[in-house]
């Protein structure tokens, strides 16, 4: 038979083990509410003034477009997973990409989802430098002897020399 004391750390250690378990979800980006769903908006009848008032700033504004008189504001979403210790997970993603025409009408309305985004591959090279690497003590030494000596007793008028007002 266990004593209080063994069921006690037994329950704990139980919890704890449940909990490490248990995904934690965390939503970042735009937070649609009821009323407000970039989804709903209607290429008919909005304008940016519409959809300003409606749902607020966009997550991000286009910089580069195709076309010039194009203007498109994209809200974005997305819901992250992890358990425990493990790397966070993306559970749902969706963006909406709304495109104005010049005068600030909807003219097209884009839902995308976490199925439709691309792994990005980057490129892991460095720049090559001219001249030698110098090691922590050429650094450290490489200027003694360098400093001509009359610019050390301020008897010119140099920038980074010990000249000034009173040098002469």
Not at 120 to 131: E, H, S
Not at 152 to 158: F, R
Request: proline share 5%; hydrophobic share 35%.
């Amino acid at each position: 038979m266990l004593s209080n004391n063994a069921k006690t750390v037994a329950v704990i250690i139980i919890s704890l083990l449940a909990v490490a378990c248990n995904p934690i979800l965390r939503t970042h980006g735009y937070i649609p509410t009821k009323d407000a769903k970039p989804q709903e908006v209607n290429a008919d009848t909005d304008t940016k003034a519409t959809i300003l008032a409606r749902l607020g700033n966009p997550s991000v504004k286009s910089t580069f477009d195709e076309d010039i008189d194009n203007d498109t504001w994209f809200y974005m979403n997305s819901v992250r997973q992890r358990y425990a210790y493990l790397r966070p997970q993306i559970e749902e993603r969706t963006i909406t990409a709304i495109s104005f025409n010049i005068d600030g009408q909807v003219i097209k309305v884009g839902k995308y989802g976490i199925e439709d985004g691309r792994y990005v591959n980057y490129v892991d090279r460095k720049t090559p430098t001219r001249g030698r690497e110098l090691s922590v003590l050429e650094q450290i030494f490489g200027t003694i002897g360098r400093i001509p000596t009359e610019q050390i007793g301020g008897q010119q008028d140099i920038p980074g020399g010990g000249g000034g007002p009173g040098g002469r």
